[in-house]
């Protein structure tokens, strides 16, 4: 099963991903965390996606589509993967699908986490996040609830990287659902909801057979 999981930052695509990688067994591909793992190492693929990330940008097409090849030709995603992060544009979504043709592979499900921009926005400045796990919390949390790890705030979190993080998603990454939703495999589902109720919904739509019909699963719009 291969799965694309889409959603603006702060939409909990995180957090929909561990439950997805638990239940299926496949792996998680993360972009993001696998650029701040190069920046981390300050390996020269991390020196350039550094001052790109911290400024709230995305890094070339070259480099992701490179760094996603790598990954999809590993063993562990043989069964399947669920891809988190990536493509961002319809370029990438271009390219992608042709790196998809030349593995021998397909997507089953594109899942999309739909949250309004002014909850993003108060989600995401002052998460914090565990260097070591990757799980995001919010402000004022002591420290991991798996690992114990200082929780640490990432610099695309930065109150000054937020707002252009959305705005480049609104305008650069949207479209390319249209994208997907050509071949009819989006899933729209209301990330407003409580994380069970979200998680429900998410594991019901990738289990859905990709047989021609778009799957929209909205959680209950919230009252006054």
Not at 28 to 44: S, V
């Amino acid at each position: 099963m291969n799965l694309l999981l889409y959603g603006a930052p702060g939409s909990g695509k995180g957090t929909q991903a561990n439950m997805l990688r638990s239940h299926f067994g496949i792996p998680h591909i993360a972009t993001g965390d696998m650029l701040r793992a190069e920046i981390q190492a300050g390996t020269e693929l991390g020196r350039k996606a550094q001052p790109i990330l911290a400024a709230g940008q995305y890094v070339s097409d070259d480099i992701m589509i490179g760094v996603v090849r790598h990954r999809l030709g590993e063993p562990d995603c043989i069964p399947g993967f669920i891809m988190d992060g990536f493509p961002r544009t319809v370029p990438q979504a271009v390219a992608l699908d042709t790196l998809m043709k030349e593995l021998g592979k397909r997507f089953d499900r594109v899942i999309y986490l739909k949250v309004p921009v002014d909850e993003l926005l108060d989600r995401l400045s002052g998460r914090l996040v565990c260097p070591t796990c990757q799980r995001t919390y919010p402000p004022g949390t002591p420290a991991c609830q798996v690992d114990g790890s200082s929780l640490v705030q990432r610099e695309d979190d930065r109150p000054e990287a937020v707002r252009p993080r959305i705005e480049i998603y609104l305008e650069k990454t949207v479209p390319v659902l249209d994208h997907y939703r050509g071949g009819r495999l989006v899933s729209e589902i209301d990330g407003r909801g409580t994380i069970e109720e979200i998680s429900r919904q998410v594991l019901l739509a990738a289990s859905s057979p990709s047989n021609g019909e778009v799957a929209r699963r909205a959680a209950p719009e919230k009252t006054a």
